[in-house]
């Protein structure tokens, strides 16, 4: 197995993406603040480049290529959001990319991926595997792959959100992030633990896709035999990553589930609070704290929450919008 990262692979993360990655400023509303009895604060990594904290994790693997590696070019597998932050990485370093995407992936996210000079290759998420698709390119093209999770430079990158949020001199009680594959969560945890160790770290994923909470409870890697749809298409992962889940498993302290109405309920409130839009899996933290999670937490009064996406059809944002109109 490939050696699971540590906080000083962030610290060397943030350098590595330093002048490219934007430091998010964090956020906060009164009427959140009253509307959950809590001091709230929010990391908006929607107004990250690419419109998602993905484009830390992956300019953080594509800078780290040898000269060599980076002749080859790369492959990714993702729905939007890892496509996105490789095919702008790759851009920016001169990278050819190819990103293999189910035909279902919203098309905001598409076009992403296309404005940066990428190329798709489309696959039927039902019948067909990524991850087998991105191997046989690998072999045939000599390309090298990168994960959307499972990767120590990936981790490291991601860890610099958490990083970010432990240097903003707020003490937290407590956090909660997103989780598909559990590269965010896995990279906050090494962070946080070194530099802010009394926060507590909990996740959140749609309630159909809660193979970390599932995990969490058993103390094992769940995997999910049914795929339902879900709006939350950036979190559709049926098994916690196996780099990812031995981080996260000593860093959660618990996990949340949430619907998709849940999520396009905190899309509304994003957008009129705090003016930012988010994607409904960008929305899933969000939503967990809104929902009640921690609402009966002892000595938990100041939070951190992860606003981890921002890429949505414009027919998505509608129905969010219509919620409170």
């Known amino acids: 197995m490939t050696a699971l990262p540590n906080f000083s692979d962030v610290q060397m993360a943030a350098k590595r993406i330093e002048g490219h990655a934007i430091k998010t400023e964090l956020l906060r509303s009164d009427v959140i ?20 904290f993905k484009y830390r994790g992956a300019y953080n693997r594509l800078s780290a290529m040898s000269p060599e590696e980076r002749r080859k070019g790369v492959v990714a597998t993702s ?13 920016e370093l001169g990278i050819d990319a190819v990103i293999i995407m189910p035909t279902d992936a919203p098309a905001v996210k ?15 998420r039902l019948t067909e595997s990524r991850e087998e698709i991105a191997i046989e390119i690998s072999e045939r093209e000599g390309r090298i792959i990168v994960p959307s999770y499972d990767d120590p430079y990936i981790i490291s990158g991601q860890g610099t959100v958490g990083l970010e949020i432990a240097q903003s001199g707020i003490s937290f009680d407590a956090l909660i992030t997103c989780i598909g594959g559990g590269g965010l969560c896995a990279g906050i945890s090494l962070a946080m633990a070194e530099l802010s160790p009394r926060t507590k770290i909990y996740g959140a994923e749609p309630q159909h896709y809660n193979d970390h ?12 035999k049914d795929m339902p749809p879900t709006l939350c298409d950036a979190l559709m992962t049926p098994q916690p990553g196996a780099l990812t889940w031995p981080i996260n498993r000593q860093s959660l302290s618990g996990v949340f589930g949430v619907s998709d109405l849940d999520c396009l309920m905190s899309m509304a409130i994003a957008k ?4 930012v839009q988010l994607e409904p899996g960008g929305a899933v933290a969000m939503a967990a704290l809104l929902t009640g999670a921690l609402s009966d937490g002892e000595n938990i009064n100041t939070i951190c929450i992860i606003l981890s996406g921002g890429n949505v059809d414009p027919e998505v944002a509608m129905r969010a919008d219509s919620l409170l109109t």
């Not at 603040?33 to 998602?52: I, N, R």
């Not at 598409?110 to 039927?124: F, H, P």
């Not at 909470?213 to 999910?224: D, I, N, V």
């Open 33 to 52: 603040d009253d509307m959950t009895g809590k001091s709230v604060w929010f990391k908006p990594e929607c107004l990250q480049k690419v419109g998602a």
């Open 79 to 91: 729905s939007g959001n890892h496509a996105q932050g490789v095919s702008r990485a790759a851009k």
């Open 110 to 124: 598409t076009a992403g991926v296309i404005n940066d000079g990428a190329t798709i290759i489309s696959y039927d």
């Open 213 to 224: 909470q599932r995990s969490f409870e058993t103390g094992k890697r769940e995997y999910l």
């Open 272 to 275: 009129k609070e705090l003016s």
